[in-house]
């Protein structure tokens, strides 16, 4: 979805992949953080964001809100699903494709490493 894409487009690829964390988190879990008051940015499995991930998120959530029309909490299960999906595709896109030389690289060491030359001197 182009308008998730371009609000990270630019950042660190570990603060937007935070962010996608983040706002699926705040999606699936949207009327337990309301009913709560619970900081959905407290996580015991994983370290505390970085302020630039926050920022993404929170400018995430505003988006998807926004073209939605409603709050998070109130998505029926497609909408949650549609967001879901569209947020894992731009998520699968953040890392860049590998260059034809660190895939030459990569092939040769593997190669190194499961096929040895017999009667080379180590």
């Known amino acids: ?66 073209i939605s029309g409603k709050k998070a909490a109130e998505f029926s299960d497609d909408e949650y699903m549609k967001w879901m999906d569209a947020i894992n595709m731009v998520e699968s896109k953040l890392d860049p494709e590998p260059s034809k030389a660190v895939k030459e690289s990569a092939e040769s060491t593997i190669e190194e490493l499961f096929l040895p030359q017999i009667g080379k001197n180590t």
């Open 1 to 66: 979805m182009i308008e998730l894409e371009s609000i990270v487009s630019g950042h660190n690829i570990s603060d937007a992949r935070a962010a996608f964390y983040y706002l699926s988190r705040y999606i699936k879990q949207a009327d337990y953080f309301e009913e709560y008051e619970k900081d959905f940015f407290d996580d015991d499995f994983q370290s505390a964001p970085s302020k630039e991930a926050k920022k993404l998120t929170l400018l995430l959530i505003d988006l998807v809100e926004k």
